[in-house]
């Protein structure tokens, strides 16, 4: 069974510095997407960024950057020099493929960033 | 953004009576989900689409039903609302190998339910 994980119900981060959200995911198909999405307290989910699992290169978008590190099945979401607009809930997710495009998700981690 | 309209954004009932929740879009996207939120769970599919008519279980579809007759419209139906049901509902739209290479999920705003 597919299953993601997020082991770090809270964090916390200066402002101006880097942090690293943790993410691991479990699947025995060779052929899935790695989603980041970010959730600020007004309640709406933004798609952050996307790794396939044969893209050679690690995914970055921006600030966002995501260290995927397939032997070890982990997707770590890294946030370079946090804003305090950063400060929202941070959701992993997975697709698998030939079940609807529909994504697990892990339980979240919020991050709050501090002045 | 995607055109993805969610109907009611707020609900309070009671238990027992029956709640329908209303997913419109204007993206012509061939997938729909509905999605459940809550604390220290993220989000859980309750039951997805793949066009009309066409629908499938998600993992915690238990007390919930859906219908699609038209493709911008994704209804979710509780039949007997229950306290446990009590959460934020999301409905996400997604079109696979379309003009996005992720085939990533839209969400709508979503739908915050209270049954009493």
């Known amino acids: 069974a597919q299953k993601i994980t997020q082991t770090q119900p809270g964090m916390f981060v200066q402002e101006k510095e880097a942090v690293t959200l943790d993410c691991t995911y479990d699947?025995?198909?060779?052929?899935?997407?790695l989603f980041w999405y970010k959730q600020p307290s007004s309640g709406e989910m933004i798609f952050l960024i996307y790794q396939g699992s044969y893209d050679q290169q690690n995914a970055t978008e921006g600030r966002y950057s995501l260290n995927f590190q397939k032997a070890r099945k982990s997707a770590n979401l890294v946030i370079s020099a946090s804003q305090l607009g950063d400060s929202a809930m941070y959701f992993c997710?997975?697709?698998?493929?030939?079940?609807?495009?529909?994504?697990?998700f892990g339980q979240g981690t919020e991050l709050s960033v501090k002045p | 953004d995607a055109g993805i309209t969610q109907s009611p954004r707020h609900k309070v009932t009671e238990t027992g009576t029956p709640v329908t929740l209303r997913c419109h879009q204007t993206e012509n996207h061939r997938y729909m989900y509905w999605y459940r939120q809550d604390p220290g769970h993220g989000l859980r599919l309750i039951h997805y689409?793949?066009?009309?008519?066409?629908?499938d279980k998600g993992e915690v579809s238990d007390g919930y039903s859906v219908s699609r007759s038209k493709t911008e419209d994704f209804l979710l139906t509780l039949e007997s609302a229950t306290s446990s049901q009590t959460s934020v509902y999301f409905c996400?739209?997604?079109?696979?190998?379309?003009?996005?290479?992720?085939?990533?999920?839209?969400f709508g705003e979503g739908s915050r339910l209270t049954v009493l």
């Open positions: 997710a997975m697709r698998v493929p030939n079940q609807g495009g529909k994504l697990i």
């Open positions: 689409s793949y066009g009309v008519k066409d629908t």
């Open positions: 996400a739209i997604s079109e696979l190998g379309g003009a996005t290479r992720t085939g990533e999920l839209f």
């Open positions: 699947t025995s198909d060779p052929s899935y997407g």
